[in-house]
């Protein structure tokens, strides 16, 4: 695991988008799974900087997206279809046809959507850099406190308090969906690197615990520590809960040294 500690929100952006940048160009085909949230923009936002001044080529990159409001259709303004249109796919050549993202629109068989969708992901090959914001809660995509460790793309009932969380983005009055398709847990630590954004002291808590607590379905991104390859990339107020910060800064130094490739 690194931890990666930037002094501003800002700082964080420009650094996942120059590690997903520094991973495109190593790699001009890489299978790239995002995420959407606030956290998510000033690195989108940089990387599209990085395309339109330094050619930063995306014509070979598939994506796939962690999850989507299920009853929301692409074109409403608040699915996570429209932000990522908004926010990356208008602004850069990620090609039309490498571009998955869940349908919340979907009606019936939802099981077999989400194992299409999964399969969709095997059939790329896997993904090799994906990208994750936090909630509150400590969960990652839509995998709400009690998700399986070992689940996959399925349909997840949202928490009171994501609902609440995510309120401010909907108009007032209008009905806020009670439910996601979402990757799971399992899927997600089949990604080969795993890159976790998070800012401002709201996730603080969510950071600690995900990275000292104990692996728990409480807090569904502790699971990352399964993982062989994941940087948690925080600003100051995020870590502010971390207790071994001194350590994972010396960590830092030694991966600059002996594994550059890693950052
Ligand atoms: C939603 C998304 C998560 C994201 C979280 C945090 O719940 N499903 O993937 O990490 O929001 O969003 P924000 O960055 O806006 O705090």
Do not use: W
Not at 148 to 176: C, P, W, Y
Not at 179 to 186: D, H, V
Not at 205 to 211: D, F, N, R, V, Y
Request: with cysteine.
């Amino acid at each position: 695991m690194l931890l990666v500690l930037k002094p501003s929100p800002e700082e964080v952006g420009r650094e996942a988008a120059r590690m997903v940048a520094s991973a495109v160009r190593r790699n001009p085909a890489l299978r790239l799974g995002l995420a959407t949230g606030s956290t998510t923009v000033g690195m989108y936002q940089e990387l599209a900087r990085l395309h339109r001044e330094e050619s930063l080529d995306f014509s070979r990159v598939p994506t796939f997206n962690l999850d989507e409001y299920l009853g929301l259709s692409a074109d409403h303004p608040q699915s996570f279809a429209y932000f990522m249109r908004q926010n990356f796919f208008s602004r850069v050549n990620v090609a039309l046809a490498n571009i998955h993202i869940p349908d919340g629109s979907i009606k019936g068989d939802y099981r077999q959507y989400c194992a299409a969708y999964e399969q969709s992901i095997r059939d790329a090959g896997g993904i090799d850099l994906q990208i994750l914001g936090i909630g509150r809660n400590g969960h990652v995509g839509f995998n709400e406190p009690t998700s399986s460790l070992g689940s996959r793309t399925r349909l997840k009932v949202l928490t009171k308090e994501t609902i609440e969380d995510n309120r401010k983005f909907f108009a007032s009055g209008e009905e806020i969906p009670q439910c996601a398709i979402t990757m799971g847990i399992g899927t997600i630590l089949q990604a080969r690197r795993i890159l976790l954004l998070a800012s401002g002291s709201s996730k603080a808590a969510a950071i600690a615990k995900a990275i000292e607590g104990p692996v728990t379905a409480s807090v569904t991104a502790s699971a990352l520590q399964l993982h062989a390859d994941v940087t948690f990339l925080v600003d100051q107020e995020a870590g502010a809960l971390l207790k071994q910060q001194e350590y994972y800064q010396r960590v830092l130094e030694m991966t600059a040294i002996l594994t550059p490739e890693r950052l």
